[in-house]
């Protein structure tokens, strides 16, 4: 086991509000007379929070339309329903070089139209925090872990789509992010870092899709590095009650992340992953939490009692899903996600592979790897889900189910149940036919390899490509059980790997004597 602390420089922050501000126009006349190559520079003060309010100011790069409209999103890939996060933004102003301001109009909420765009310089505008306690009050379609939150002497939690808006047709350029904050605070994110000074932390990424994919926690450090394979994973943590989390959480998921990685074939494609977990204490008994996760990070909000076995254990149920969302969609996407509209997005049809293969994955795991109990809770978790299917309506297709996501929020939850389904009949399949010799592992690994975080596959394509990588008749299953709505044949399929299930009773067991065949493609498929 190999736990690393680092040991962060904690030096108190000396420098007052009013020098901040100055220091943010200097440095804007300076990057302005230089004219460097586009690319969206920002600056958030975490400094002078005020009424939990949060200065932004951007130095835009040179426009050369006469009017051009700042938008903030209004919605995040992982949610399904729009969240409007410009309307905490408060007083937006823009300058040309001089310090003059620009005329803006807000003709909708999430859209500031800036006239006389091509002498535009500067931007500048306060965000109101999204949410100031975590406590039980529930809202619909309103996602705390995409939101922001910060607290001037505690913790900032930092969804980027909440703080920072982008240009219309303009999100792929590439952004500077530089955080002033506290001298003992330490940001943990998945973002690439550049140079720090004592108070300020230097980001960049690629594109604004990128920037919004790596949220970033701020407090003082309460930090544990996990090496798995190759890749360093951090576990980070707040708690309102004072204590620290993070040690607790990595010792608990660090068995868990080992055995994903190997199940993975021993190296993840990714080199950095962060768990960001925030908590705040509940009331006893009272227990909630609100997760959303990343390419490479999972942001995880809990309000609970402060008892580190709950804590734990909740945060072991999340990594053991979200932890293989490194596979897909971060390396097996389609377009629709690769060029993610923040307004309006056109949704993949592949809802069972980035969620369904995510889950099945998670199921799959602990019996392929002999994990204690594997096989019991393997057999356990088809009985839930299966219950739980029988609640859905099985008559929606998973690719409708995909493509209507938004509108189908009440059936939203089959893709963890049908969508997991389908992704094991698929493994079975494919592990008939290929005599034990591939499945939805390799099947995984090679899409990997074909595609990559840079590279989506047409999002009307990917059957035909799965099937043309693998058996014809792979075709047919995608148009019975993925675009049509034929019922998936479990008994049937279960039965052949000599396991039996009563659908009626949502009961599962064993053949007690199974045929060569059964035990055969059994061992082939869970290696039981
Ligand atoms: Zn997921």
Redesign the pocket.
């Known amino acids: 086991m190999i736990l690393i602390f680092r040991n962060f420089k904690m030096i108190l922050s000396k420098v007052r509000a009013t020098n901040i501000f100055c220091l943010f126009l200097l440095n804007i006349t300076a990057t302005v007379a230089q004219a460097p190559k586009p690319l969206m520079h920002y600056k958030i003060d975490l400094l002078t929070i005020v009424n939990d309010k949060v200065y932004v100011q951007l130095e835009t790069p040179k426009q050369d339309k006469e009017v051009i409209d700042f938008l903030f999103p209004r919605i995040v890939p992982g949610i399904y329903g729009t969240m409007h996060f410009a309307e905490n933004v408060n007083n937006l102003k823009a300058y040309d070089a001089s310090g003059r301001a620009l005329e803006v109009e807000r003709p909708e909420p999430h859209r500031f139209r800036i006239r006389n765009a091509d002498e535009l310089a500067q931007i500048r505008y306060h965000v109101d925090d999204g949410w100031d306690e975590f406590d039980e009050k529930y809202r619909e379609g309103f996602y705390r872990s995409a939101e922001s939150s910060f607290h001037f002497d505690s913790f900032a939690v930092i969804n980027h789509n909440s703080l920072i808006g982008y240009f219309e047709g303009q999100s792929n350029l590439p952004v500077q992010l530089d955080v002033y904050r506290p001298g003992d605070w330490y940001g943990a994110t998945t973002l690439h870092r550049g140079k720090s000074t004592y108070n300020m932390d230097v980001f960049r990424a690629d594109s604004y899709r990128e920037l919004v994919d790596n949220p970033i926690l701020y407090t003082r450090p309460d930090t544990v590095w996990l090496h798995i394979g190759e890749t360093d994973v951090c576990v980070a943590a707040f708690s309102n009650t004072g204590q620290k989390l993070a040690r607790g959480i990595a010792n608990n998921i660090e068995p868990l992340l080992r055995n994903q990685a190997a199940y993975l074939g021993g190296k993840l494609p990714v080199d950095a992953y962060c768990f960001m977990m925030y908590h705040a204490l509940g009331s006893p008994n009272s227990y909630s939490g609100d997760g959303l ?1 990343h390419a490479t990070s999972t942001l995880c909000l809990l309000q609970c009692p402060l008892d580190s076995g709950a804590v734990g254990d909740f945060v072991y149920g999340l990594a053991s ?2 932890f293989f ?1 490194i596979v897909t969609p971060l390396n097996i996407h389609s377009e629709n996600i690769q060029e993610y509209d923040f307004v309006q997005p056109t949704m993949s049809r592949h809802l069972w592979l980035y ?1 369904g293969m ?1 889950e099945y994955a998670t199921i799959h795991m602990p019996v392929w790897q002999g994990m204690d109990d594997g096989f019991r809770s393997f057999l356990q978790k088809i009985a839930d889900k299966l219950q739980q299917m029988s609640k859905f309506d099985d008559a929606l297709p998973l690719e409708k189910l995909s493509l209507e996501a938004m509108e189908r929020q009440d059936q939203y939850y089959n893709v963890y149940l049908k969508g997991t389904f389908v992704c094991l009949l698929l493994d079975l399949e494919l592990r008939q036919r290929s005599h034990g010799k591939y499945g939805t592992r390799d099947l995984m690994r090679d899409l990997s390899a074909r595609y990559g975080p840079d590279k989506p596959f047409v999002d009307a394509d990917l059957y035909q490509v799965i099937a043309d990588m693998t058996y014809p008749e792979i075709r047919e299953f995608f148009s019975r059980y993925v675009e049509g709505s034929e019922r998936l044949p479990l008994e049937e399929a279960l039965l052949k790997a000599g396991i039996v299930v009563d659908s009626q009773k949502f009961n599962v067991s064993l053949v007690r004597n199974p045929t060569p065949e059964q035990a055969q493609l059994r061992k082939w498929w869970i290696n039981q």
Do not use: Y
Request: proline share 0%; charged share 50%; net charge negative.
């Open positions: 996760e899903h979200e969302h969620e995510t």
